[in-house]
């Protein structure tokens, strides 16, 4: 059995500031066949673990390239057309092969192609031909398409947020795709849009029940494979939104009940599973009424983790401008200040413009006298036992606030992005990370209080503000009524691409 393996792995945020060039993929991971060093991640666990089998002797395995860049604006037409050709080009060159397995977010979008994830499913699946069994592993903030379904066999989405489950889903993608190889199973994919643009918390009730009834699915033999795919609410394509995905064994109509079933559910869940946010002032004031510290205010519109600068000013001015001093905030994006603090050294005292850079909802910069308490020049931080590069990095006191500034855009994710640079957040009253959700594991650890804040950003929390142009209407919460669930037609399988008549 010849198995080929590739990652291509962007969320893009189609309201952010700034494109997204092919250094970007380079600064943040770009490994070309048999390059990616051992290791999991979101996007390329689906290739570890065909790396996995492979050394236990289970298959021949052809590893293509492998590149992630962090979420950011559309992906620039040199970008994304160069990394997709080149990935396909390594497939056409390891012919023939029985699987491909592939990890793709799902999100992303580049200048020209709202769907790059169906664009090179459809193109894969015309050069691996009828017979191949193609697999992707996808983030559940993925935009399911029509063309996705129709091109691959197996498509599975992480089913926790935060994406603590990676590699379980790694495995059940190989452990299907190995086998419909075989010939053991006949796995059929149908898929349901909810009606919804929503933004789902499976660490909290009511959505925790969800995913623990999927899984339970899946356990008494009713598919092969449940995902909730939650979208993207900062993408924008027709097939944005919320929608239901399962896999039988060769059962499509069962696959297309259970499907509506699950979509029906999560429309009613939707209103439900998004926790409302709070006003930053009415956030602080709760942290510094809490008796006991620290309170953790995430704040989730500045996140880099869903295609924000990470540069914004707004709680960190206003942090200042009430007289806060008990607080730690990261990681803030700021190459230039961070140069600035490596010139001048730990300890020292400088006029600094810190933030506020990215364009206007970053903010103004905050400017002040500020202290250099650390520096480290290969800075990370560990999620889910995994590290994550902050590239330079300077930990800064202005006007009390201790603040983490990196030369690598990045949301928050372990409390070590502060205790590697000598702060220590379990000390603080307040302790501000940039992410939405992915930080909850870690600094769960030292607080109970976390309070997502509502302030300016590229992630903007209410949905119905956003100037959408293609999302598919009418759709809740940005149009009124509830949200009315409809089915996934898929286009047939070797049709045009969606997105050629733009490439």
């Known amino acids: 059995m010849r198995v080929f393996t590739a990652a291509f792995w962007n969320e893009t945020n189609a309201f952010a500031p700034f494109p997204l060039d092919v250094s970007a993929f380079e600064e943040a991971g770009l490994y070309g066949p048999g390059e990616r060093p051992d290791g999991d991640s979101e996007g390329a666990a689906v290739c570890e673990e065909a790396r996995i089998r492979a050394r236990a002797g289970a298959f021949d395995l052809i590893e293509g390239t492998c590149t992630y860049a962090e979420p950011s604006g559309l992906v620039t037409r040199a970008a994304y057309e160069g990394l997709r050709d080149r990935i396909l080009a390594e497939l056409q060159a390891a012919l023939p092969v029985d699987i491909v397995a592939l990890g793709l977010h799902g999100a992303m979008a580049a200048d020209g192609y709202p769907d790059c994830e169906g664009d090179i499913l459809v193109r894969a699946r015309a050069i691996a031909g009828p017979k191949a069994r193609i697999g992707v592993l996808i983030d559940p903030h993925a935009n399911l398409s029509a ?27 190989m452990d299907l795709l190995e086998a419909a190889a075989r010939g053991e199973i006949d796995p059929v994919m149908r898929s349901w849009d909810s009606g919804a643009l929503a933004i789902f918390h499976t660490s909290r009730p009511p959505v925790r029940a969800f995913v623990e009834r999927m899984q339970r699915l899946e356990r008494e033999g009713a598919a092969l494979s449940v995902s909730l795919v939650h979208g993207f609410p900062w993408g924008d394509a027709d097939c944005s939104g919320t929608r ?10 069962a696959a297309d009940a259970l499907a509506r079933q699950l979509a029906v559910e999560a429309a009613a869940l939707a209103p439900e599973g998004m926790a409302a946010p709070v006003t930053l002032d009415a956030a602080i004031d709760q942290a510094l009424a809490a008796q006991d510290a620290p309170t953790v205010l995430a704040e989730s519109p500045d ?50 413009r810190i933030g506020g850079k990215a364009g206007r909802l970053s903010g103004q910069p905050v400017d002040g006298e500020a202290e250099v308490l650390a520096l480290d020049p290969a800075a990370f931080q560990t999620f889910a036992g995994v590290p994550v590069p902050m590239g330079r990095a300077a930990a800064v006191r202005i006007e009390g606030v201790e603040v983490v500034l990196v030369s690598q855009r990045g949301q928050a994710l372990g409390v070590d992005l502060f205790t590697r640079l000598g702060i220590d957040p379990a000390a603080k009253a307040i302790v501000v990370v940039k992410s939405s959700r992915h930080y909850e594991a870690e600094f769960g650890k030292i607080s109970r209080r976390m309070i997502t804040v509502d302030c300016a950003g590229a992630l903007q929390i209410n949905l119905a503000n956003i100037p959408y142009r293609r999302v598919r209407r009418p759709r809740w919460p940005i149009d009124p009524g509830p949200p009315t669930p409809f089915p996934v037609n898929p286009n047939p399988v070797g049709s045009k691409p969606q997105n050629e008549a733009s490439s």
């Open 147 to 173: 063309e996705m379904v129709s091109a691959a066999d197996v498509i599975i989405a992480f089913k926790e947020y935060p994406h603590t489950d990676f590699r379980e889903r790694a495995v059940e993608v």
């Open 303 to 352: 996140n880099p983790g869903g295609g924000a600068a990470g540069d914004s000013t707004a709680v960190l001015a206003q942090l200042i401008a009430r007289g806060v001093r008990s607080a730690c905030l990261g990681p803030l994006w700021d190459p230039g200040a961070v140069d600035l603090a490596f010139r001048a050294g730990v300890g020292a005292r400088l006029d600094m």
């Open 244 to 253: 239901s995905l399962v896999i039988t064994d060769g059962d499509a109509a």
